[in-house]
């Protein structure tokens, strides 16, 4: 009933004037019979004259696009209300029917009521986020895909999604968003479908875009992709079917199996666990006789040829459901598994780790069928979900060609006309690829030369396969193969590393799956070594090893069974076994020996300096025996290897012993010796390999950095003989460039620069002519013409621009120290957690990355870090863990630098890892390399730039910081970007890549002049989710048809740029900056007239008037941001100042720095009444005050200057300025003529209220005005009559206030007014949300003096963000069309909205003109804003209970308890998604907060959705300290009902987030039942049932698993898996039989078998005795309600063993009262008829059922008699009852064993309150009376409480506090010893005898644990 009456509602606040309701009834949901509604009832349209024009007018007015039949003679049945139209002619233009012509008299009967069929509006419907037959369910509506919400979602509705789409039937209903939340509307709710249906919009909903969800409930199926008869069986060839699971549900037509659905889980493609489909769930199958052939089956029934593998031991994870196979026994020729032999279904032995998996045959070249195997249409069928899913690269490599698609049974190629990287993107992750490295045109890899399927393919590179993108058609082009597109996949084993060994020589490791993993030696040979060799950047290989000679890995084994041909580019290339699979261990991995140009010797079992000495003779390497070894031998291998010389000779195989010949010994060398081999040595030996020689060498030139740049850029420099030094560029390239990045800690190098890029260098010059490999670890490994030795000059000084991204391989534990600079420990130095130029200190000690400790940590500190880093300076040394703790030792503390050290290790400090310090102290930085330290200047690449990408470097030209030319660096030179399509997402897209937050505006046009350099960029498109502008799709670089006058620039949002004034006046004020989310202020160290300049400029103003110091205009409460700021004055903005960095400061708030500006070229007066007292003196003597001097004043009042204070924008406290001072206005005689002085005052054009008792706070300074009256016409406060000034005998208490309209008065203000009341944009700026609440309504907007309303047309959330924003919200929850707020009545002013989101206010948003629209006020727009204070949380409790918090300024907060009560916290707890409040707590009970205090004085009324909502005393206003601290305890599952049953027995339900919903069985026991049956007041539980016994709920499942000890006192105390955590459906429901008797001489729920009924009721045995046992003699004493819920459903009455029906012929609302009263509720709410609960299926007990009224129960009234009837079940009655706070006590009709066996009133109830408070009330002579509260206290309660089976009383209340009640008043002066079990064995006056009036009530609150 309150659905209709909210559907009514809804439809007449759509329907305007006189219009009458419209409905189509006796159809489906867009066909029926034509109804209208007036006069209270629904009546039908006569079919005269009807046709489609009138048809088109119901359906539009309907909600559907128009009508597809109209209806005649009643062809949806005939009708039975009034005929209320006839003769309806209409137009087709009309909205509503009734604005047709027609006539309100018929002679028509219902034989010819008219219908309509409507075109279905929700017919296109698709499955998004998942794959062909299974994704989230999204319809198409008002232009748009949206989704349905999973309230009520279930297999039947899924049934008609999945036949819709074609498909047989579904096989699952998925909600929460399984598939991904969507992003569009919510179009449907609450969907119920009888599965008959054609299309979802014919099953019965709330109304399209009708719902109370949000995207985490967006419904899912899963599609039986089962082929029909028209589509091939298991011959078609598997090459058809997509790979990713579309068609895995195979079945076989006619065979039967109950197994036919089968897929692969846990695998990719064609592998992976076996899961077949079983009781609808998901299932394992144990590995127990797996083998080959149980794999063919599999891998058949799936669509693929055969099997190449039969995997166990879980190879493809653990599977979760059910293992519902074992012992499986296949030949190998069944059609399914389930034909195969097997132990029986469910029945094994085993557990998950024995999961059965398979590896399946998906070879294209035997898949593919020929050309002329399938027809043309045949091939359209079996491909319409993918039919370009086959893809493959011709004319190249494995990752490289031509893209050719398979389509009409053969390949063809792609025409490359709008080729891009999106669309080659999207072929290399179709092929497997991660991405594409390119997308390539003009046929590269040659001419195809099959047909040309596609052309002008637009992709936007989130598609799963290429025939999802935008193309013109299959085979609709205008090229010739000459256009052949192609692509470059990024390799999937392009990563290729030696471990284990040393440059040249090692384990071959590929890195795969974000690991490195090993390649196994089976056939590995010299072909597949060169491969690897050549794919190094080596010549060839000399060796292929096998074995594991370098030592076993520890990673996956990639790659087996390798067969290269030995000239393939990368290892992949080759052919082997596929990825990952293999037959080997690590025993076997494969390495390599290759050629290198250093001489034959290396160094092995060590680091890359250090090691057993090894040299290569006859095809193998050997040993040195280390007879006579020492250190002039160790410096001739040192300076061999290229080592500067040996600071360690080892011996007896410091290094581990070698493996192959010692191949010398007795070596001496002199020391002059080139090569080892030079010195003497015997070629024969005596030794063991226990004698191997080794030696650790010294880096010369370990210590490397770079120059002149940023972090990761610059000019390389090596540190040689005690000084830096640069490197020549001759030979110069990205191969040695890599050598030093990775020597630097970063992954590897973007760029190599030459010609001293970064600056000429003044060292000397160190290295020439380098030449890496690319495989050394540091430079000085590299071949070169000797140190020092060169033939340069500075000007050709090398540089490099290195990935920043630190490589998190390297160095790893294996890499030495020694690799580390020896002239510093700590010469590597990083920032962590931060960006470019700021984060934690980190430095590398010991392999590792560790921190450095804050304690001492300052300026000079961070200095010596930003110095060491490559930046100029330091702007901030942070502390505190600033950019999080980090995970390594904390390496130094108590640094104390100079500021002038070239390292942090040169400073004093504590010793290495000596410290006292946790990680919470870890020190950080802030590095500035330029003025501007957010910007690089025009010569330095950006560090704060992503590295990936080919244009990640982007600077801004010809501007400001913040704003400029775009430019881009491609090709060695500064670029621009053309206009073309460039708008604010592309801008943001830059600003972002630029640190800036995002951008404020976009230019074109070359706004900041033109460019100079070549055109990089046009058709810039960004979606304004990339990382940096090449992410973006354009058309190429230097693609473009632009000239430099189309240059495109930004202005970006700079870091400061939010100042404001506070504390004074429009343009005076402290001067405050928003830094990090808060506002702050500024010191006054060095402050003057420049930098206020700086500031007024900023806000608008023209210049500064002043600069103050000393906190003028009080001290600020936020933090202090800036201090010794030095402006030039020209700036910009205050943070392009010199200043000491962020937050860096001495000072405190009496400090504060402020300004006064002037936007006028007068400098006599500030504008807005700034006088000090003397000066007011001066100008107010009447000798003085001459006309030239007025004019220089606003005015001659000297209280021209007015403000509200406490309040917003138009309302407050008055406050005026006199002596220096504001003050306030005594509220003596204060009205609206005093009210609309101050507002017409400040601007605005009247004030709504004139308030007192100091509304807005009390205000501090003085009062300066009493006993105003103004006539209303003043200009001014002080042209009224009033005492005088400060003349007054008032306080505070008494301040006024005013409420103004809040529209400017567009006559005034003059430019006396402070700025900061006049708009400061646009014509529009006054926004409201009308016809709704504080967050919600219809949009209006002020403009000529009315306001008026907004089209819905394009109105979506973008727009609803800017009006939420301008109203002061954060962003938009909704936006709402058709007048969801109800019509507006003034001006449509604004239609075909249009913002981009970043606007300040509407009218600055795209539309088409003031007051320029088509549109009617039926489609005015709406908004839902997120609340300010939407965050709220209860803390220093428990899940339900606990102090108040609310999130505001970005921290939590607390709020006051003044005036908290059960109002205020109801709000909290419906906002935290609870039914109610128990209780308001105050006095901080939960605890004392700790944040701000940010609400005080809340008053709600209670129907409030959120607490901001409430009348408060305003935002962080209060006179509180946090021991008032504000508590709630909130209900959690106080409510539990049964359903389905009777009065004791039923399913469980309990209430939980507004519905009701059920129990699952898991576990379910007696103790549990317990539980349920104790807390709904029954003594114990008969039985705990299972598996839906009294039927299956429909709502959700809220509990699974519930482990009860027996004892608890609800059901929430016990254990469970978590509200809404479950794995059942809800014919896993759990029921209960509750009893309070140990009487078994009846039943406890009127189940009585057919033998007992006959015994009881049989004439002879009916004696007085048994009649005392029964509540009455008749014999359908016993009814229940089935079919619905707990106070609704079907009326069954149980007679003859059996529950049967009541027809409802002549059934009505007397006869419903007595079924309710009879039930124990107090009445009836509705009687229904025709089946409306379902037909029963039990006898038709009773028929024409006539009752006045008054009967006890239902066989007291008139009727047929027993069995008599001519009614069938579509007839069955039902009722509503009336749903009483306790609706489970029995009546006096109720059998005896539902009552307790003790006492006269032992019935007991708890009214006009909840479940465990209210009134008390008695059953006593039939009805229910009240307990007078003479003596009431906790003991009395504690009686009652304990009754009905709480555990005791918290409270006795007195006097009706809840509310008085009706019956007679059974008990008075009650005096409980607190020990009985009822409350009539309390000590009372006698049943009846009272002195008292219902005022006197008592009531009780009863304890909840």
């Given at each position: 009933?309150?659905l209709?009456w ?7 606040v759509?329907?305007?004037g ?16 034509v109804e209208?509604y007036?006069?209270g009832q629904w009546?039908?349209?006569c079919d005269?004259?009807?046709g489609l024009e009138e048809?088109?007018v119901?359906?539009r007015?309907?909600?559907?696009e128009?009508a597809?039949w ?8 005939q ?5 209320l ?18 006539s309100?008299?018929?002679?028509c009967?219902h034989?010819?009521d008219?219908g309509?069929?409507?075109y ?7 499955l ?8 989230r369910?999204?319809v198409?509506?008002?232009?748009q895909?949206?989704?349905?919400c999973d309230?009520?979602?279930?297999l039947?509705?899924?049934n008609?999604v999945?036949?819709?789409l ?9 909600s929460?968003?399984f ?8 179009v449907l ?21 009708e ?7 967006d ?6 992709n ?13 090459s058809?079917l997509p790979t990713t699971?579309v ?8 065979g039967?199996g ?13 592998y992976?666990?076996?899961?077949v ?7 394992t199958?144990c590995d127990?006789g797996?083998?080959?052939n ?5 891998c058949?029934?799936l669509?693929?040829?055969s ?14 459901g059910?293992i519902v196979?074992?012992?499986v026994?296949?030949?190998g ?14 029945e ?5 780790y ?6 399946c045959s ?5 898949l593919l ?8 249409e045949l091939?359209t069928l ?8 086959t893809?493959?690269?011709a004319?190249g490599?494995?990752?490289y060609?031509r ?8 390949w063809?190629t792609?025409?490359d006309d709008l080729?891009?990287s999106?669309d080659?993107n ?9 991405f ?7 046929a590269?890899?040659g ?5 040309i399927v596609?052309d002008d393919?637009e ?5 799963d ?8 058609g299959?085979e ?18 392009n ?6 060994g040393?440059?040249?020589y090692?384990r ?5 799956k974000?690991?490195w993993?090993t390649?196994?030696d ?16 080596f010549?060839?290989a ?13 990673g ?9 041909t030995?000239d ?13 699979e293999?037959?080997c261990?690590h ?7 290759c050629?290198s ?19 290569y003779h006859n ?5 040195v ?8 031998e160790?410096?001739?291998v040192?300076?061999q290897l290229g080592?500067e ?14 493996t192959?010949?010692?191949l010398?010994d007795?070596?001496?060398c002199d020391?002059?010796e080139?090569?080892?081999t030079?010195?003497?040595?015997s070629?024969?030996d005596?030794c ?9 060498c010294y ?26 030094g ?7 390239d ?8 990775r020597?630097?800690g970063f992954d590897?190098?973007?760029?190599s620069k030459?010609?001293?890029f ?10 020439d002519?380098v ?5 050394e670890d540091s430079?000085?490994?590299c071949?070169?013409a000797?140190?020092?030795?060169h ?5 050709e000084?090398?540089g490099?621009v ?5 490589n ?6 294996d890499?030495p ?8 420990v ?14 934690r200190v ?6 590792q990355w560790?921190?450095v400790?804050?304690?001492l940590?300052d300026s000079?500190?961070a200095n010596?870090?930003?110095?060491q880093?490559g930046f ?5 040394g ?5 950019y999080g ?6 390496v ?10 070239d ?7 504590n010793g290495?890892?000596e410290?006292n ?7 950080g930085v802030?590095?500035?390399n330029?003025?501007n330290?957010?910007l690089?200047t025009t010569?330095t ?6 590295t990936?990408?080919?244009l990640?470097?982007v600077?801004l030209?010809g501007?400001g910081g913040?704003?400029?030319?775009v ?7 500064w670029?621009t ?11 943001n897209v830059v600003?972002?890549?630029l ?9 074109s ?9 070549p055109?990089v960029?046009?058709?810039v ?5 990339e ?7 354009h058309?190429g670089l230097?693609?473009h048809n632009c000239g ?6 930004v202005v970006?949002n700079?870091?400061?740029?939010n100042v404001?004034?506070a504390?004074?006046?429009g343009h005076?004020g402290?001067?405050?900056?928003y ?5 702050g202020?500024?010191?006054d160290?060095?402050w ?21 110091r000393?906190?003028l ?7 202090i941001?800036?201090d ?12 392009q ?18 300004v006064v500006?002037?936007?006028?070229p007068?400098?006599l007066l500030?504008?807005?009444?700034y006088i000090t007292?003397e000066?007011t003196t001066?100008?107010l003597s ?7 001097l007025?004019?220089l004043?606003?005015?001659?009042n000297?209280?021209?200057t007015?403000?509200?204070a406490?309040?917003g ?14 003050g306030?206005?005594?509220d003596?005689l ?6 609309n ?8 054009e ?8 100091a ?5 501090s ?7 105003v ?9 002080d042209q009224c009559?009033?005492n005088?000034?400060?003349e ?14 809040n529209t400017?008065?567009?006559l005034l ?9 006049l ?6 700026n ?22 008026g ?6 109105w979506?959330?973008?727009d609803?963000?800017?009006v939420?924003?301008?109203l ?12 969801l707020?109800?019509q507006?009545?003034?001006?449509i ?13 509407l009218d ?8 320029e ?8 727009a ?5 609340s300010?204070?939407n965050?709220v ?19 939590w907060?607390t709020?006051?308890d003044d005036g ?7 709000v ?10 128990l ?11 700790s944040?701000p205090?940010?609400?005080d004085?809340v008053?709600?009324?209670g129907?409030?959705h959120?607490?901001?909502q ?6 962080e ?6 021991f008032?601290?504000a508590?709630?305890v ?7 009902r049964l359903?389905?049953g009777?009065?004791n027995y039923?399913r469980v339900e ?11 069985d898991d576990?379910w ?5 317990h539980v349920i ?12 049932n299972s598996n839906a ?6 709502g959700?499942?809220v ?11 609800s059901?929430?105390q ?5 509200l809404?955590?479950?794995?059942c ?12 008797t ?5 039943p406890?729920?009127g ?11 049989s004439?002879?045995y ?8 029964l509540?009455?003699t008749?014999?359908l ?10 106070n609704?459903?079907r ?15 002549l ?6 009262n ?5 039930l124990?509720?107090?009445?009836a709410?509705e009687g ?10 039990g006898p038709i007990?009773l ?7 008054g009967?006890?129960?239902l ?10 009837h001519?009614?069938?079940?579509h007839?069955d009655a039902?009722?509503?009852?009336q ?10 009709d ?9 006492g ?5 109830r708890l ?5 465990n408070y ?5 059953y006593y002579n039939?009805?229910w009376g009240?307990v007078?509260?003479d ?12 009754q ?6 918290k ?9 008085q ?14 020990d ?8 009372h006056a006698g ?10 009530d008592?009531g ?5 644990l």
């Amino acid at each position: 009933m309150q659905l209709w009456w909210l559907l009514v509602v809804a439809c007449s606040v759509l329907i305007s004037g006189n219009a009458k309701l419209i409905r189509l009834a006796g159809g489906a949901g867009n066909t029926g019979r034509v109804e209208v509604y007036h006069n209270g009832q629904w009546g039908t349209v006569c079919d005269d004259g009807w046709g489609l024009e009138e048809a088109n007018v119901v359906c539009r007015q309907l909600g559907f696009e128009s009508a597809s039949w109209s209806r005649t003679m009643a062809h949806y049945g005939q009708g039975t209300g009034p005929i209320l139209l006839d003769d309806v002619v209409c137009d087709g233009s009309e909205t509503f029917l009734t604005q047709c012509s027609h006539s309100d008299t018929h002679d028509c009967q219902h034989t010819e009521d008219a219908g309509v069929d409507c075109y279905s509006v929700l017919n296109n419907v698709r499955l998004a986020g998942g794959g062909g037959n299974y994704g989230r369910v999204e319809v198409y509506y008002n232009g748009q895909w949206g989704t349905v919400c999973d309230d009520g979602w279930d297999l039947i509705d899924a049934n008609v999604v999945c036949r819709q789409l074609g498909f047989e039937s579904a096989l699952e209903s998925k909600s929460s968003a399984f598939y991904g939340q969507g992003s569009g509307t919510i179009v449907l709710d609450d969907v119920d479908c009888t599965g008959d249906e054609d299309s979802l919009d014919q099953c019965r909903h709330n109304g399209l875009e009708e719902h109370n969800c949000v995207h985490y409930e967006d419904a899912g199926v899963v599609c039986s992709n089962t082929p029909n008869t028209l589509l091939p069986t298991t011959d078609t060839p598997s090459s058809l079917l997509p790979t990713t699971g579309v068609w895995n549900n195979v079945r076989l037509a006619g065979g039967g199996g109950v197994l036919n659905n089968v897929r692969l889980a846990g695998g990719g493609g064609n592998y992976g666990r076996v899961e077949v489909y079983y009781n609808e769930q998901w299932g394992t199958v144990c590995d127990d006789g797996w083998d080959l052939n149980d794999a063919h089956v599999v891998c058949r029934q799936l669509g693929f040829e055969s099997a190449l593998e039969g995997n166990s031991n879980a190879m493809y994870g653990l599977g979760s459901g059910p293992i519902v196979l074992d012992d499986v026994d296949c030949t190998g020729d069944e059609h399914s598994l389930d034909q195969c032999r097997h132990n029986g279904l469910e029945e094994h032995n085993c557990v998950h780790y024995e999961d059965a998996g398979v590896v399946c045959s998906n070879t294209p070249s035997t898949l593919l069928p020929t050309t002329g195997y399938i027809t043309e249409e045949l091939t359209t069928l079996l491909l319409s979900t993918n039919i370009l899913n086959t893809v493959r690269l011709a004319g190249g490599g494995g990752n490289y060609g031509r893209v050719e698609v398979y389509y009409k049974g053969q390949w063809g190629t792609v025409c490359d006309d709008l080729w891009d990287s999106d669309d080659a993107n999207v072929v290399c992750r179709q092929l497997g690829f991660e991405f594409a490295l390119e997308g390539n045109r003009n046929a590269l890899y040659g001419q195809g030369s099959g047909p040309i399927v596609l052309d002008d393919v637009e992709c936007t590179g989130d598609e799963d396969s290429l025939d999802q993108c935008r193309h013109n058609g299959l085979e609709e082009h205008n090229c010739g193969h000459h256009e052949d597109a192609g692509v470059v996949c990024q390799n999937i084993l392009n990563t290729v590393r030696l471990a284990g060994g040393g440059g040249n020589y090692g384990r071959v490791e590929v890195y795969y799956k974000g690991q490195w993993g090993t390649v196994c030696d089976d056939w590995w040979d010299s072909d597949d070594a060169n491969v690897v060799c050549r794919q190094l950047g080596f010549e060839f290989a000399l060796e292929g090893n096998r074995y594991a000679l370098y030592g076993q890995g520890s990673g996956p084994i990639v790659l087996d069974d390798v067969e290269c041909t030995g000239d393939e580019d990368s290892l992949d290339q080759c052919r082997h076994n596929g990825l990952e699979e293999h037959n080997c261990g690590h025993h076997e991995d494969a390495g390599v020996v290759c050629q290198s140009n250093a001489k034959e010797i290396r160094l092995a079992g060590g680091a890359g300096n250090t090691g057993r000495v090894e040299v290569y003779h006859n095809g193998q390497w050997g040993t040195v025996c280390d007879d006579g070894w020492g250190i002039e031998e160790a410096d001739v291998v040192c300076r061999q290897l290229g080592f500067e010389s040996a600071s360690w000779s080892r011996t007896k195989a410091h290094y581990g012993q070698g493996t192959g010949p010692i191949l010398l010994d007795d070596v001496v060398c002199d020391g002059s010796e080139t090569s080892l081999t030079q010195c003497s040595h015997s070629d024969t030996d005596n030794c063991q390999h226990t004698e191997d020689a080794g030696v650790d060498c010294y880096s010369v030139l370990n210590n490397v950095r770079l120059a002149g740049g940023g972090g990761n850029y610059g000019r390389v420099e090596v540190y040689y003989n005690g000084q830096w030094g640069t490197v020549c560029d001759d030979g110069w390239d990205l191969i040695d460039a890599n050598v030093v990045c990775r020597q630097l800690g970063f992954d590897s190098a973007l760029e190599s620069k030459s010609s001293a890029f970064y600056g000429q260098g003044s060292g000397t010059i160190v290295l020439d002519d380098v030449d890496c490999t690319g495989d050394e670890d540091s430079l000085d490994q590299c071949g070169h013409a000797g140190l020092e030795e060169h033939n340069c000059g500075h000007h050709e000084d090398a540089g490099v621009v290195c990935q920043n991204t630190p490589n998190t391989l390297l160095p790893t534990t294996d890499t030495p120290s020694s690799l580390l600079p020896t002239t510093g420990v700590l010469n590597n130095v990083r920032l962590a957690g931060g960006g470019g130029n700021f984060g934690r200190v980190e430095v590398y000690y010991k392999g590792q990355w560790g921190t450095v400790c804050d304690d001492l940590w300052d300026s000079d500190d961070a200095n010596v870090v930003c110095r060491q880093l490559g930046f100029e300076f330091a702007l901030e040394g942070n502390r505190n863990a600033l950019y999080g703790q980090g995970s390594g030792p904390i390496v130094l503390d108590d640094v104390e630098c100079t500021g002038d050290e070239d390292s942090l290790d040169q400073c004093r400090h504590n010793g290495l890892e000596e410290h006292n310090c946790g990680h919470y102290e870890d020190a950080g930085v802030v590095c500035s390399n330029t003025p501007n330290t957010l910007l690089p200047t025009t010569d330095t690449p950006n560090t704060l730039l992503p590295t990936t990408g080919v244009l990640n470097n982007v600077r801004l030209a010809g501007g400001g910081g913040n704003y400029g030319r775009v430019e881009v660096y491609y090709n060695g030179q500064w670029g621009t970007v053309c206009d073309d399509g460039w708008d604010l997402i592309d801008a943001n897209v830059v600003c972002r890549q630029l640190g800036f937050d995002s951008a404020l505006e976009y230019n074109s046009n070359a706004l900041y002049d033109q460019g100079s350099g070549p055109i990089v960029l046009d058709d810039v498109d960004c979606t304004g989710d990339e990382d940096s502008l090449d992410q973006c799709g354009h058309a190429g670089l230097e693609k473009h048809n632009c000239g430099h006058h189309e240059d495109a620039g930004v202005v970006c949002n700079s870091v400061l740029n939010n100042v404001r004034l506070a504390g004074g006046g429009g343009h005076y004020g402290r001067v405050e900056v928003y830094y990090k989310g808060q506002w702050g202020t500024v010191c006054d160290d060095l402050w003057d007239s420049d930098d206020a300049n700086v500031v007024c400029r900023q806000l608008g103003f023209e210049f500064a008037l002043e600069g103050n110091r000393d906190a003028l205009y009080g001290q600020g409460s936020g933090p202090i941001v800036l201090d010794d700021v030095e402006c030039t004055g020209d700036e910009d903005s205050l943070d392009q100042c010199r200043h000491n960095g962020l937050e860096e400061h001495n000072c405190g708030h009496y400090e504060d720095a402020g300004v006064v500006c002037s936007n006028t070229p007068s400098t006599l007066l500030p504008t807005t009444g700034y006088i000090t007292e003397e000066l007011t003196t001066l100008l107010l003597s009447t000798s003085y005050s001459t006309e030239a001097l007025t004019t220089l004043l606003p005015s001659t009042n000297i209280l021209n200057t007015v403000r509200l204070a406490g309040g917003g924008g138009n309302y407050g406290r008055v406050e005026v300025y006199y002596k220096g001072q504001w003050g306030t206005v005594c509220d003596d005689l204060w009205d609206s003529d005093d009210a609309n002085v101050v507002c017409r005052q400040l601007g605005f054009e009247f004030a709504l209220e004139g308030n007192r008792n100091a509304l807005y706070g009390q205000g501090s300074g003085p009062i300066v005005l009493d006993d105003v009256e103004c006539t209303g016409d003043e200009d001014s406060l002080d042209q009224c009559r009033h005492n005088g000034l400060e003349e007054h005998n008032c306080r505070h208490h008494e301040d006024a206030g005013v409420v103004c309209q809040n529209t400017p008065n567009t006559l005034l203000p003059t430019t006396d007014t402070p700025s900061s009341l006049l708009p400061t944009t646009g014509v529009l700026n006054n926004v409201r949300l009308a016809g709704g609440g504080g967050n919600y309504g219809r949009v209006e907007v002020y403009y000529n003096g009315q306001w008026g309303t907004v089209c819905d047309d394009g109105w979506d959330l973008i727009d609803a963000n800017v009006v939420c924003r301008q109203l002061g919200f954060d962003s938009a929850l909704e936006y709402n069309s058709n007048a969801l707020y109800g019509q507006g009545s003034g001006p449509i002013m604004l239609d075909d909205v249009d913002c981009t989101g970043d606007e300040d206010s509407l009218d600055q948003c795209g539309h088409a003109g003031l007051e320029e629209h088509n549109c009617g006020h039926h489609e005015d727009a709406g908004v839902v804003c997120n609340s300010v204070l939407n965050n709220v949380r209860l803390a220093g409790g428990g899940g339900n209970y606990g102090r108040v918090e609310v999130y505001y300024n970005e921290q939590w907060g607390t709020v006051c308890d003044d005036g908290w009560d059960l109002n205020d916290a109801h709000v909290v707890c419906r906002q935290l998604g609870f039914e109610s409040a128990l209780e308001g707590n105050s006095n901080a009970m939960y605890g004392l907060g700790s944040g701000p205090i940010v609400l005080d004085d809340v008053d709600c009324t209670g129907d409030e959705h959120s607490l901001d909502q409430c009348r408060h005393a305003g935002l962080e206003e209060d006179n509180c300290d946090h021991f008032e601290d504000a508590g709630v305890v909130c209900r959690v599952f106080d409510n539990v009902r049964l359903a389905g049953g009777g009065g004791n027995y039923g399913r469980v339900e309990v209430h939980y987030n507004g519905q009701w919903g059920t129990v699952c069985d898991d576990g379910w026991d007696l103790n549990d039942a317990h539980v349920i049956c104790r807390q709904l007041g029954f003594e114990f539980a008969l039985e705990g049932n299972s598996n839906a016994l009294y039927g299956q709920g429909s709502g959700p499942i809220v509990l699974d698993n519930v482990n009860c000890m027996g004892d608890e006192d609800s059901l929430d105390q016990c254990r469970h898996n978590g509200l809404e955590e479950h794995n059942c459906v809800h014919y896993e429901d759990a029921g209960v039989v509750c009893s309070n008797t140990p009487s078994t001489l009846l039943p406890t729920t009127g189940y009585i078998t057919e033998e007992l009924t006959t015994l009881l009721l049989s004439t002879s045995y009916f004696t007085e005795a048994l009649t005392t046992l029964l509540p009455s003699t008749n014999i359908l004493n016993t009814v229940r309600l089935a079919g619905g819920g707990g106070n609704y459903g079907r009326v069954e009455v149980y007679y003859k063993g059996q529950w049967g029906t009541v027809c409802d012929d002549l059934w009505d609302s007397d006869d419903a009262n007595v079924v309710c009263r009879q039930l124990g509720f107090e009445f009836a709410l509705e009687g229904n008829r025709n089946a409306l609960y379902g037909q029963g299926s039990g006898p038709i007990v009773l028929d024409d059922v006539e009752c006045t009224g008054g009967e006890d129960s239902l066989d007291q009234c008139r009727h047929n008699g027993l069995e008599e009837h001519n009614c069938r079940h579509h007839e069955d009655a039902g009722v509503v009852c009336q749903n009483t706070p306790n609706t489970l006590l029995p009546t006096t009709d109720t059998p005896s064993s539902l009552l307790p066996t003790t006492g006269v009133l032992n019935n007991v109830r708890l009214a006009g309150g909840g479940a465990n408070y209210g009134r008390v009330e008695v059953y006593y002579n039939g009805q229910w009376g009240t307990v007078c509260d003479d003596g009431w206290d906790v003991t009395d309660a504690n009686v009652v409480c304990r009754q009905l089976g709480f555990d005791s009383a918290k409270e006795g209340n007195s006097y009706a506090l809840y509310g008085q009640g009706s019956g007679p008043i059974v008990l008075d002066d009650v005096d409980c010893t607190g020990d009985e079990d009822f409350l009539d064995q309390c000590g009372h006056a006698g049943l009846e005898n009272h002195d008292c009036g219902h005022h006197e009530d008592a009531g009780v609150v009863c304890t909840v644990l």
